[in-house]
């Protein structure tokens, strides 16, 4: 079956320091993976996608994830965090289940940015 | 344009209100989710509808019941709900199964709902 773990609930860090937040993925299939966001009080955004191609991939606002296979990761990171960056983060792989596409999410990460 | 919208924002009802959500997206997505998400939970699927037939029923109780009225619109109606239902209720939509591996789904701002 799969399944998705993010191994760290909540991730503490200050303004303009890096962080990565981890996702660690179980499947026997092909691997389509997924993080979101969500600020606070608001709905859930997408964020970036691995489907398939570079195994690096970046969003707009300076994130990127990178996929291994090997390690069955795909984990999250920012070079310099703002204050803004401040969110839930869920880790998600699609899952193609009775016909029909379904999200396995991660139980989140509270990524806290202090001044 | 990847926006999914939800209505109303806020939802205060009573255990023996009768109440509607509504959701609805343009993008042509032939798929229609609705989410429950408890506070500091990831979400977790109630429906999904596939080109406005209902797909999967995650064995949610009767008193939730979804209605898919065209391609761009998903409603769920509730009845005689508990305290517990309270939560973030969210919507998503995305193409649809069978279009290869670029299926992805789109979330709304949801409804918060509170069952006094």
């Known amino acids: 079956a799969q399944s998705v773990t993010q191994l760290d609930s909540q991730v503490p860090v200050f303004e303009e320091a890096p962080v990565e937040l981890r996702c660690n993925y179980s499947s026997s299939v092909s691997v389509y993976l997924f993080w979101y966001v969500q600020y606070p009080n608001q709905g859930l955004q997408l964020l970036l996608k691995y489907l398939s191609g570079s195994t690096l991939v970046e969003s707009i606002n300076g994130f990127e994830a990178e996929f291994n296979k090997s390690q069955t990761s795909f984990h999250l990171r920012k070079p310099s965090v703002h204050i803004s960056d401040t969110a839930e983060y869920f880790c998600a792989v699609r899952l193609f289940s009775g016909g029909y596409n379904k999200l396995i999410f991660g139980a989140g990460t509270r990524l806290a940015v202090h001044p | 344009d990847t926006e999914v919208t939800q209505t109303p924002k806020h939802l205060v009802m009573g255990m023996t209100n009768k109440k509607s959500l509504k959701c609805e997206q343009h993008?042509?997505?032939?798929?229609m989710y609705w989410y429950k998400q408890k506070a500091k939970k990831p979400p977790e699927l109630m429906f999904v509808?596939?080109?406005?037939?209902?797909?999967i029923n995650e064995s949610v109780p009767s008193r939730f019941s979804p209605e898919c009225p065209n391609s761009s619109l998903l409603n769920l109606h509730l009845h005689a709900l508990q305290p517990e239902d309270s939560a973030l209720y969210l919507c998503?939509?995305?193409?649809?199964?069978?279009?290869?591996?670029?299926?992805?789904?789109?979330f709304g701002p949801g409804t918060r709902l509170t069952v006094l």
């Open positions: 998503a939509s995305s193409q649809g199964s069978g279009v290869g591996n670029t299926d992805t789904q789109y």
């Open positions: 993008m042509g997505h032939r798929a």
């Open positions: 509808y596939s080109y406005e037939k209902l797909s």
